[in-house]
């Protein structure tokens, strides 16, 4: 609504179900060149080689896909103005955040409570399109009010401060991304020589914030299921999407917690392998 | 977006900053016939009497204005779709709901902390404009999903049941209307008695959320805002565009909150009469 006109072109990865969506939303302002997708394969990969046309006013990309376990581990380079969706991967690796155009977000993964949203974006890219854009949509008007063009929903922007003052204090982003970093490859290790399990997706692609994985079959599956929920571990089950199991590790979740999963998976391999 | 063609027209009544900015909205998606306003009497006043085109789409109220210190204390009738923003007097009041084919309200002032919006929407007046409208902005989405479309922002709506569930103890929306109406009553007899006060807006339009009325000069009025400081009242002051005292009486307001200002202005008119 802010940067394609309708006659104008904009370039977007389908990668899964935030991707799609994205796409869906705008065709409504103008048309979409999907230039990959890698639904051929239950979006179990980050498409490579794609090339985006020189007309594109921007290529979209979702650095993060939370259903189906993967993530862009490189930004992909363009001359076109880059933009994400960040939702589910925010301030949790460091990024050249200069290559975007604009980033946008949900807080409620990395940031804060449900209820804020974070747009990041490069002043220069705004103001270009002819339609008349709802003054509360319109990001230029944000930018002039100082983020306070609505009655801001206070709750969720203190608990977006106390979390980032929580993350300052980790030592910033490129701490949090060592932590993450460890707590992905634990798991990741486990699913790879543990032999019940094994991860859904292309192993360059893999998410460090969702791991996604499955077993044999779906009696083992339900076992398994019912096993963690025993020792208390909840969340586990995979979105109905990608079925199997996704453990979450967003910034907020300990190392202890990935570590006894960890040990769970084994406990439950010695008896049931 | 959800009720307006572009070639059709939608009636407007002009009673404030929030009704001008309604309409200011509008315009981008219609045709909009201010059929009122209360503009050269500062806002002061609800207009009277004014014609609703046959074919206007709708008639748009804003039933409290909180800066004015004005409210419709009796909502018009129309054959038209009748419109209104609540914002600032949703329930505060016994209205008949029925006469609406949409309310809309943030839920900052008598529902719960800000970050959440209320539409209540007769479903039989949507999907009848020919635009597209962006999923998260078409209300018939947000009903299919239950109001579930997006993530909610959880901690702004448990609030919300929080207080519905308070204001259910206190006895409904009846029982606050006459704890309003006594509020402002006894509020308003102190301006009209006391020499040193006076209401700003005509007597019958007088807002029962806010009580606007200034003083006769500003060094008076800075003189009794100094005293009302010291006395612990806080947010006494009227907005910029109205000037003088704003006495916000939201449903959360207590009764004895008020008989302390109301006593305040008699001890200040004791010493300053």
Redesign the interface.
Known sequence: ?NLLDEKEAAAYTDTGVWAT?AI??AK?FGKVETVCSSREANFNYIPKDFAVPNDSKYLHITTNNTIYGTQWQKIPHTSNVLVADMSSDILSRSLDFNSFGLIYA?A?KNIG????NIVVVDKNILGKVKR????IMDYRNHIKEGSMLN??????VY?CLLTLRWLKAQGGVAAIEKKNEQKAAILYQEIDSNPLFRGSVVKEDRSKMNVCFVMDNQEIENKFLQFAIENEIVGIKGHRLSGGFRASLYNALPLESVEVLVSLMQDFAAKNG
């Open positions: 609504m969506k869906k939303e409504l949900g409620q409570a449900a209820g804020v008349s854009i709802p003054t009655t801001p929903p206070v709750f969720a608990v």
